[in-house]
């Protein structure tokens, strides 16, 4: 009897996490490894992290913005399919996000970089660049902690996916 994999079939694809800083909060960082772990096993992926910039004390926002946008920039090809986390992004339940994913993994095929911008955001570059646009919740959480609460999600829709007993409903 051939003994079939766990992975499903669309793991020749990659999710990567694109994000601006590193992680100053060690809780945080063991909330990413045990989530990064888990989605091992079910997907390629992998994180970016673009170094925080040097000596913005005289940088407007605007012009932090778009020195991180243009680093975003050098990290996404152009045949990934860009997805921002961002405010006005479009919300979705859990099973909903999971049934999106999945529609965006097997029809579209491409590689799809999630975006994590810096304190103050996007530049309008990087949002011309987007393919689309997600809110993890219409309140406002720091671009550090949102790291572990999108990979909680993006873990859990991939349970949902194949059917597992993570998520109850």
Known sequence: MQKTSH??????M???LLVVGKTAFPFINEGIALYEKRLGHYVNYARVEIPELKGVQALSQEQIKEREGELILKNIRNTDDVVLLDE???IFSSIEWAR????????????IVFVIGGAYGFSQKVYQRAN???????????HQ????IFLEQL????TII????????
């Open 132 to 142: 689309s646009r997600i809110s993890l919740s219409k309140m406002t959480f720091s």
């Open 100 to 111: 999106h994913l999945e529609k965006k993994m097997v029809f579209e095929g491409k590689d």
């Open 88 to 90: 006005r992004g479009s």
């Open 162 to 169: 194949k059917g597992e007993p993570y998520h109850h409903e």
């Open 7 to 12: 992975i499903p079939t669309f793991v020749c």
């Open 145 to 148: 902690i949102i790291r572990v």
């Open 155 to 158: 873990y859990r829709a991939f």
């Open 14 to 16: 990659k999710i990567t």
